[in-house]
């Protein structure tokens, strides 16, 4: 049996087929069968029974365009069912997004503090008048990098504008101001002090910094490590803070009035590991050093140290036979 001679391939026609005449058109669309090559000249496979022909991969000329269902009219713009439901662009009702972008001119300031870190033990001077620092481990105080975190997830949330992080201290406070760069402050303010002074700030001198700061930079939220309002929740409504804080009797819920002063709870969240890129591009973020007299705020303490202890060692228990005894033991300790 010999096999049938080769067909020329067919010109398309210049208006798409009828259902009638060609079964397989829905809605002058082909469906084809396997992949569709790419290249200055595009292969289509047709159903059984349908010719082939070559077809340009441009997919917009007159005689093929109805093969591509209108796929080059909708990409020229033109009218067509299809084309016209693709040009159309969903838009959002959710008021939280206009809320959003009427909040995002709020101004947040964040203070951290460098401190020892957490896992080195601290140990007393020999002369009592502090704790041994040099050579030690310093990091950020664990309850700032709390704030620091609740801060860039408002700023997640498009509810804040900018964070600025603040500290007082030698110039290794930098460092600090860094980390909380990294974690996504947007840019750090020094309030460089001398070491020497740095170890009688108390923390009137220090609110009195962060006052004048707040006042400088017109910031609507101050965060700050652990101190009075315990937040263990914060949330944004409007032109007012929402903040929900444990008491004795379970939780209490707030509502300020901003600008208000925040302070971290360790339940308020947990803070994020900056990572690299983070890191690096902290480096090139700006970190602003003035001094204490330039807000002119006196860092003069009125209080002094007198002695530094080490706590007392905790004594080993005292196991009693009966509760006879054990009563008697606490009399004699003057517990009861």
């Not at 693709?86 to 001119?105: I, N």
């Not at 263990?232 to 208000?260: C, Y």
């Not at 890129?277 to 140290?305: Q, R, Y």
Request: net charge positive; proline share 8%.
């Amino acid at each position: 049996m010999r096999p049938a001679p080769a067909r020329p391939f067919p010109q398309f026609p210049a208006t798409p087929p009828s259902q009638s005449s060609c079964p397989f058109f829905s809605g002058f669309r082909l469906p084809p069968q396997g992949p569709l090559p790419t290249g200055p000249r595009l292969l289509v496979t047709l159903p059984p029974g349908l010719p082939i022909g070559p077809l340009s991969g441009r997919g917009g000329g007159r005689r093929s365009g109805w093969l591509t269902g209108g796929a080059g009219r909708r990409r020229r713009g033109g009218q067509g069912g299809r084309g016209e439901r693709s040009g159309k662009q969903k838009v959002s009702s959710d008021p939280a997004g206009r809320r959003g972008r009427k909040m995002a001119e709020l101004r947040a300031l964040v203070a951290v503090k460098r401190v020892i870190d957490f896992a080195v033990k601290i140990r007393v001077k020999p002369d009592k008048t502090g704790v041994v620092t040099d050579g030690v481990k310093h990091s950020m105080n664990p309850f700032c990098e709390i704030a620091v975190e609740e801060a860039v997830r408002l700023k997640e949330k498009k509810l804040v504008k900018e964070i600025i992080a603040v500290s007082c201290g030698p110039a290794q406070c930098q460092e600090t101001i860094r980390t909380a760069l990294a974690m996504g402050a947007d840019r750090g303010i020094h309030v460089e002090v001398p070491a020497a002074e740095a170890n009688h700030l108390g923390p009137l001198q220090v609110a009195r910094v962060l006052a004048k700061l707040a006042e400088k930079e017109k910031v609507d939220l101050v965060l700050l490590g652990k101190q009075g309002t315990f937040a263990s929740q914060v949330t944004l409504e409007g032109d007012k803070i929402k903040v929900e804080r444990e008491i004795d009797g379970g939780l209490e819920t707030l509502r300020l009035k901003l600008p208000a002063v925040v302070t971290a709870d360790l339940r308020l969240n947990e803070p994020r590991y900056a990572t690299l890129p983070n890191i690096m591009k902290a480096k090139k973020k700006k970190i602003e050093v003035i001094k204490a007299g330039d807000l002119g705020v006196d860092l003069t303490s009125k209080l002094s140290v007198i002695s530094v202890e080490d706590p007392p060692q905790r004594t080993a228990g005292v196991k009693v036979e009966t509760t006879e005894d054990l009563v008697a033991k606490l009399k004699e300790i003057g517990r009861i």
